[in-house]
């Protein structure tokens, strides 16, 4: 089966200060149509890096990626991303930050008005979706932040996208809406049946959410390792107590220490404190 993704031989150099860093080396990765990816891995392993580059916001050094058979040379409407910070214009309100892309489409572009309403009826459905019906009318600066990751993730899904790319979508929540954006996500994934790659720092999400986790290492940035998740497709939080899940995360976060270079040296840190106490030799 042809992948919806496929990314070759990728490279990706940047120039800092006369240096050059390798952010991403000769990364192979295939991901299929309909399947939830979550990226994991070290600060500096190239995430991000990767996931704008499939997006079409980075261009590589070297090397290809291809959606749907096709080179990717930048931003396309098949592809939407959502980032950390929401980015929503703050003299819109909820329904206008969700039909703002829509509304530049219809401005440059001769439409009758079954056009007009079917993106209303779209808006609808996502404020219905996303549980916004309550604040549509309201501003970006009087919603949650847990909220206003809503309206992002409702503005990126407008014009059905075929691939939904999320940079740390959850990052800046507390844990309780973190928990609560999880199942959302998993439910928009189930109705809208996206292609979705998900970058994260945190192990226990990239399991809950991922059909696959793919583990980046860095200085070069690069793919160490893949892990099928053994979870069913309708996920619950309890699952994260199971056997299964609290082994795989152990495997994964072991991984991450040992790519990083940051392996807890018991013996070091007992020495750092004994050295602390007052009275100790200088």
Not at 226 to 232: A, D
Request: charged share 25%.
């Amino acid at each position: 089966m042809t992948a919806k993704i496929e990314i070759r031989r990728a490279n990706k150099l940047f120039d800092t200060g006369g240096r050059r860093i390798a952010a991403l080396e000769n990364v192979d990765l295939d991901i299929r149509a309909n399947q939830f990816v979550t990226l994991v891995g070290a600060s500096g392993c190239g995430k991000s890096t990767l996931l704008r580059s499939i997006g079409g916001l980075e261009d590589l050094s070297s090397g290809e990626i291809r959606v749907d058979g096709r080179p990717v040379s930048g931003p396309g409407a098949e592809r939407a991303m959502v980032f950390q910070h929401y980015s929503l214009y703050p003299w819109l309100t909820v329904r206008e930050n969700i039909r703002f892309c829509r509304a530049l489409k219809i401005k440059r572009e001769e439409i009758t008005s079954a056009d007009v309403e079917i993106a209303s009826g779209r808006t609808d459905a996502l404020i219905g979706l996303m549980g916004l019906a309550p604040v549509e009318n309201a501003y970006p600066n009087q919603l949650s932040g847990g909220m206003q990751q809503r309206v992002a993730i409702a503005r990126a899904l407008m014009n059905r996208p075929d691939i939904l790319l999320m940079d740390e979508p959850f990052g800046a929540l507390d844990a309780q809406t973190r928990e609560v954006m999880h199942d959302l996500i998993l439910h928009v994934f189930a109705l809208e049946k996206p292609t979705i790659v998900f970058v994260t720092h945190d192990v226990e999400e990239a399991i809950y959410l991922g059909d696959r986790v793919v583990l980046m290492a860095p200085r070069p940035g690069r793919i160490d390792s893949i892990y099928e998740v053994p979870l069913p497709p309708e996920r619950e939080q309890d699952m994260k107590l199971s056997p299964e899940f609290t082994e795989l995360k152990r495997e994964i976060l072991s991984r991450i220490r040992a790519t990083s270079g940051m392996q807890t040296d018991r013996g070091m840190l007992d020495k750092l404190t004994a050295t602390a106490q007052p009275g100790a030799a200088a």
